[in-house]
């Protein structure tokens, strides 16, 4: 089954645009494609557009979804009329892409006392941290995920861990 999608897509580059703007695309696609074949479709139709090819997070309708996610399950949900937006508007780089730095830099703060087990499973809640409404009153917060990972290695314990 296909779908045609009536979409609001996000526009900024940090190097040429002093402010973000839309554009609207309509766009079919069957039920088994998915976000990023979505994104494709975008790209193709305006060079301008642009989308991140490693970690692909985006905002549709104000939730946060993986690039994998299908175009069944987005239209069951969100319906067919869609607002694309990065995950973070805030450290929007160039179109959907954002300068991810600060996902590893509250990794930086449990590093020391973490395992190769705890980067592993860190680099998992990537959609989490992102997904976190707090940073829009704090853009210095350190992120959901790493509350996450801080509680794994203190309820799983810790060679690190000091005992009073």
Do not use: C, W
Request: proline letters at 3%; glycine letters at 4%; a negative charge.
């Amino acid at each position: 089954m296909s779908h045609t999608l009536t979409l609001k897509a996000f526009f900024f580059n940090a190097k040429t645009d002093y402010l973000p703007y839309y554009k609207n695309f309509n766009i079919t696609l069957e039920n088994h494609h998915s976000i990023k074949d979505l994104l494709f479709d975008i790209e193709a139709k305006n060079s301008d557009f642009n989308y991140p090819q490693k970690n692909l997070l985006v905002k549709v309708n104000g939730f946060i979804l993986e690039g994998s996610e299908s175009i069944a399950s987005l239209v069951a949900q969100l319906g067919t009329n869609l607002s694309i937006e990065p995950s973070n508007r805030y450290r929007a780089n160039h179109g959907l892409e954002i300068n991810d730095d600060d996902f590893m830099h509250s990794y930086a703060l449990l590093a020391p006392y973490a395992s190769e087990a705890d980067l592993n499973y860190y680099q998992s809640l990537y959609s989490l941290h992102y997904a976190s409404e707090t940073e829009k009153f704090a853009h210095d917060y350190i992120g959901d995920a790493i509350l996450v990972l801080a509680y794994k290695m203190i309820t799983e314990g810790n060679p690190h861990k000091k005992l009073y």
